[in-house]
């Protein structure tokens, strides 16, 4: 079992900046592939960003050039640097690690 703790949500004005952490611990062996999804009030749960272990990255349209994902495999832990945060971007943001789901962090963009 792996179990992922989530940090850095807040609330942000219209054009600021957010750094998301989740770290992971308990039975690890490999983490391929390390993520941040995003649900919005009304909305479905989406992938934000995602990076595997040999450092490839994947990003959601409505966040390239704004996020970044990155990862440090030595401590297990994964980020999301976020600027020019919009109103848009307020969500809930769930860490996600192979099959793992953390409990999520509320991200909100005052406009």
């Known amino acids: 079992q792996v179990q992922l703790v989530e940090s850095g949500g807040g609330l942000v004005q219209t054009g600021g900046s957010l750094r998301l952490s989740c770290a992971a611990s308990?039975?690890?062996?490999?983490?391929?592939?390390m993520g941040w999804y995003r649900q919005a009030p009304g909305k479905e749960r989406e992938l934000v960003a995602d990076?595997?272990?040999?450092?490839?990255?994947n990003y959601a349209d409505s966040v390239k050039g704004r996020f970044t994902i990155s990862r440090d495999n030595a401590k297990n832990t994964v980020y999301l640097q976020m600027n020019s945060l919009k109103p848009e971007d307020t969500a809930i943001y769930y860490c996600?690690?192979?099959?793992?789901w953390g409990k999520g962090t509320l991200v909100t963009v005052s406009s």
């Open positions: 308990g039975s690890i062996f490999r983490l391929l592939v």
């Open positions: 990076i595997f272990s040999a450092g490839r990255t």
């Open positions: 996600k690690v192979d099959q793992y």
